[in-house]
């Protein structure tokens, strides 16, 4: 069984809808929970970066974080097609000084497409 | 600030040869982290260097190795290439914020082993 699961999807929605991205995970070491949006061909771009239950808003993205349910999510509200990527989460513990030592442990990705 | 960078971009070996991937970090980040990037693995640690010295290393073998040099730059090194090594190799950057890394990555480096 894997650290982190998420749905691969693909997951379609219309322009305008409110779009929710899910990953459970099994270690409770993990501390540190980030979301990384993905295009064709390029390198993961940083969206949402949080390390405590709870809700954070950032715009139109909103990540979650339930610790004792080990479940993380993502809703983009109002989504345009320029959201159309690949959505990875990932996670790291937190080591002595608080640092991750560079290894965070990813999902596979969900495939999103946002159709005009 | 300029972004993460990554050279070469793209990269076709064959099996049994050697391959050296660079990447520089954002101006001021001191660690660099590798990761592989495959359709049926997804992303997968490699290793992470901070100040010259490799903190954490994935489970990869042996072939897979790395360095850093002082002014944060990085390369990682693959020998005896397999076809199995074809993959988006990513790089990233990371700062402490004070309370957790942030980490940033490049556009990646395509290899590919024929």
């Known amino acids: 069984q894997k650290e982190v699961e998420q749905d691969p999807g693909p997951l379609s929605v219309p322009e305008g809808a409110i779009v929710s991205l899910n990953c459970t995970y099994s270690n409770s070491a993990f501390q540190y929970f980030m979301w990384y949006r993905q295009y064709s061909r390029k390198g993961p771009e940083l969206l949402m970066y949080?390390?405590?239950?709870g809700n954070k808003e950032d715009g139109r993205f909103t990540a979650q974080v339930d610790k004792s349910s080990k479940y993380i999510s993502l809703f983009i509200r109002d989504s345009q097609p320029s959201d159309s990527a690949t959505y990875l989460c990932a996670m790291s513990p937190m080591n002595a000084g608080g640092t991750s030592y560079g290894k965070l442990t990813f999902g596979q990705g969900t495939i999103l497409t946002v159709h005009p | 600030k300029a972004g993460v960078t990554q050279t070469p971009r793209y990269l076709i070996k064959t099996r049994g040869q050697q391959v050296t991937l660079s990447c520089s970090p954002i101006?001021?980040?001191?660690?660099v982290s590798w990761y592989q990037q495959t359709p049926g693995q997804g992303l997968q640690f490699l290793f992470e260097y901070f100040s010259e010295t490799q903190r954490n290393k994935g489970n990869f073998p042996g072939r897979f190795s790395g360095r850093q040099f002082s002014n944060s730059r990085s390369e990682m090194n693959v020998s005896t290439l397999e076809l199995g090594d074809s993959a988006l190799y990513l790089c990233?950057?990371?700062?402490?914020?004070?309370?957790?890394?942030?980490?940033?990555f490049g556009p990646g480096t395509r290899l590919t082993v024929t």
């Open positions: 990233a950057s990371s700062f402490w914020t004070g309370q957790g890394d942030e980490q940033y």
């Open positions: 101006s001021g980040h001191r660690s």
């Open positions: 949080t390390y405590s239950s």
